[in-house]
């Protein structure tokens, strides 16, 4: 494969051989060297990566080219400093790697081809990341791990607090790098507030943010003075800022900011002034975008050439020795690109999956079966939930819990009563009003060896960081090869039927966009000896197999007693030390004419509706789903075979909701006997009498049933 010459490249060999000696040289510090090689390994992965793509060996790469200057930070802080980095912080990644004795370039170029041998994702995306060097894989192209920074940076003196063991050292910061276009997200925002918020109240939180600004968001320009002003606005949040032209300055800043951070446990932001070459990735064609004249006016600001001026100024190297250094790197990482592409990528879907949701049913059942329940009177769903908390908290001092709420109120429905009082504010406390932020949170103190157990007080109130759990949280097991997880259990108050206090935001049905989340489990207990057991073994799932556990919980169930009659009190139930296995339903009632599959508020009403049925000559199986991913698709087909027909009494909208998926597990196992499905209207849920209007009810159920049974 032939040379290709390139316009940045060239001016920079001039500008390197144009170098004079000094007349009097310069003192510089031994990092230069260190930076030197970094910055200029980092250049030459870049146009390895376009190399490769020109002969259809590799596939889409996002360049550090004009930000080298990060090399800088990496060596202004430690290496057991957990990262979390930009797409564009190679440099940073390499001059971590060389400081461990690590190839980096090679990891680099494993992760251009997508090899299977490449070391942290296996080939699964292009990332940056080692478990060696405590970088932790991020995948998104936007700033959405920046609240799994502050939630790390948070844990890491938590865990000193409470004398909890940590993968990262007592005095460690977080390193947290996002691009200024970034900056202007809603995450981005989220976790530069939580930070303020956080040292406003002079709490522990030793982040260092590096905003690496180059002006562009792909081909958008940020208005000159924004990210200053941005950065500069929130209180407690220290701000510096350094030019990544002059290294000198990055790393002087860098070391004292580091150093500030990590003795005063407080947040702090370097603005670190960059450019960008070579266009922002793949085939983006800059020429469209910007004239040639601005292209060629930052040549200039090379940061490789900066630190070429403080080699040679010190008298250390001549320009035509970092000239041919540079042309010597060209073929050395050159020669590592060809060897990575002779490694096999992935070649089958098990393989890729392989660290997507692992399972170890024994040990979880062993985990899940030590935790004790108190008491042994009749509990309401409320209460279950909160004895399966206070069981969980006592058996697994890494649990926390946290949300809006839920610390000395204990949780608008008092779910979370008195758990603050017992454990203390260090393991159940109350956060700012964001959901973002609480998700973020856990997803930091997770991978830091927390069994986080957050509280989202609505359904609907999810939507508003969904992205937290399906970018974030669903993805760290499979883009590290299960290096890193960050399992969790986030328990969110849902569905309808709420009386008295309601409307779209109080009661929501919208389960679809969890469903479709690959490898999380979602358990939705009904009954309160359920939901004790259910949170035992999702705590043992998160804790052993890094699972992300979201547990759904009836909101219109939570305070019900009766199930029949007035003062019957069949909802109630004594909390038992028995397991329920992830995906495992439970069956009511032995009918044989049909079963009345469902979960939730449906469960209440299924049973409700069998009584009727009965009096009718109707005898029905109910089966309790009580997880909705995975499903459990033997126990329904075990069911299904032993009735012959099958109604799936489905809360949710009728459009995405959970009878789809039921449906067509049965179809898919090739059962042949009659089935139905009756669901809430395809509707948001409005306030007062007129939710009835659309949510789904016993009498509809019930003539569903009759009509299937003809």
Known sequence: ???????????????????????????????????????????????????????????????????????????????????????????????????????????LMLGVVAAAAEPIAGGRHKVFGRKELSVIPMTSTIASHLPRGVGMALAIDRATRLELPCPWARDAIVLCSFGDASLNHATAQAALNTA??????????????????????????????????????????????????????????????????????????????????????????????????????????????????????????????????????????????LEATKHAQMTSAEQVMSPLAPRSPGTVALRAGAVRFEGAEPLTLAQAINAGLAAVLERHPEALVF??????????????????????????????????????????????????????????????????????????????????????VIRIAGYGYQRGFGGHFHNDDAVGVLRDIPGIVIASPSRPDDAAAMLATCAAAASVDGSVCVFLEPIALYHTRDLYENDDDAWCSALADEHVPVGA????????????????????????????????????????????????????????????????????????GVSEGVLAALIDAGFDGRLARVASKDSFVPLGDAARLVLLSEDEIEEAALRLVG
């Open 585 to 656: 339903a439970r069956s009511y009632l032995d009918g044989d004419d049909l079963a009345l599959v469902t979960w939730g508020n449906g469960l209440h009403m299924s049973l409700r509706v069998a009584r009727r049925l009965a009096m009718r000559g109707v005898s029905a199986l109910v089966v309790d789903l009580r997880w909705l991913a995975p499903l459990p698709v033997d126990d329904i087909l075990a069911a299904a075979r032993a009735t012959g027909r099958v109604l799936v009494v489905d809360e949710t909208r009728r459009t995405g």
């Open 1 to 107: 494969m032939a040379v290709e010459s390139d316009p940045v490249e060239e001016h920079l060999l001039e500008s390197l051989r144009a170098l004079a000696p000094p007349s009097m040289p310069v003192l510089v510090p031994s990092e230069a060297e260190a930076i030197w090689q970094a910055q200029v390994d980092s250049r030459q992965t870049d146009y390895a990566a376009r190399w490769l793509g020109q002969h259809g060996r590799t596939f889409y790469t996002i360049g550090s080219a004009g930000h080298e200057s990060n090399a800088a930070v990496a060596l202004a802080v430690r290496i057991g400093d957990p990262a979390l980095l930009h797409y564009r912080s190679a440099a940073f990644y390499l001059a971590r790697a060389a400081q461990a004795g690590i190839d980096g370039v090679r990891d």
């Open 196 to 337: 303020a918020h956080s040292a406003f109240q002079h709490l522990p939180l030793p982040i260092l943010f590096l905003c690496e600004d180059n002006g562009l968001g792909i081909s958008v320009p940020t208005p000159p003075g924004w990210a200053e002003a941005l950065l500069r606005s929130r209180p407690a949040v220290r701000y510096e800022y350094a030019d990544g032209s002059d290294p000198a300055e990055v790393l002087d800043v860098s070391r004292g900011l580091a150093s500030w951070v990590r003795g005063e446990r407080k947040p702090a932001v370097l603005h670190l002034r960059t450019v960008r070459y070579l266009s922002h990735a793949g085939a983006d064609a800059e020429i469209a975008y910007r004239t040639p004249r601005a292209i060629r006016a930052d040549f200039d600001r090379d940061p490789i050439l900066a630190t070429a001026r403080w080699l040679v100024a010190s008298g250390r190297h001549s320009g035509e020795e970092l000239a041919a250094d540079y042309e010597a790197a060209r073929g050395r990482v050159r020669a590592k690109a």
């Open 403 to 488: 949300g809006e709420d839920v610390a000395i109120k204990g949780g608008v429905y008092g779910v979370t009563r008195g758990l603050h009082a017992r454990f203390g504010a260090g393991r159940v406390f109350d956060t700012l009003l964001d959901e973002t932020s609480i998700l973020g949170l856990a997803l930091g103190a997770a991978v830091s060896g927390f069994l986080p157990i957050p509280e989202i007080q609505y359904l609907a109130y999810l939507h508003n960081a969904e992205d937290q759990l399906r970018g974030e949280a669903s993805t760290l097991q499979f883009f590290s090869h299960g290096q890193y997880r960050n399992g969790m």
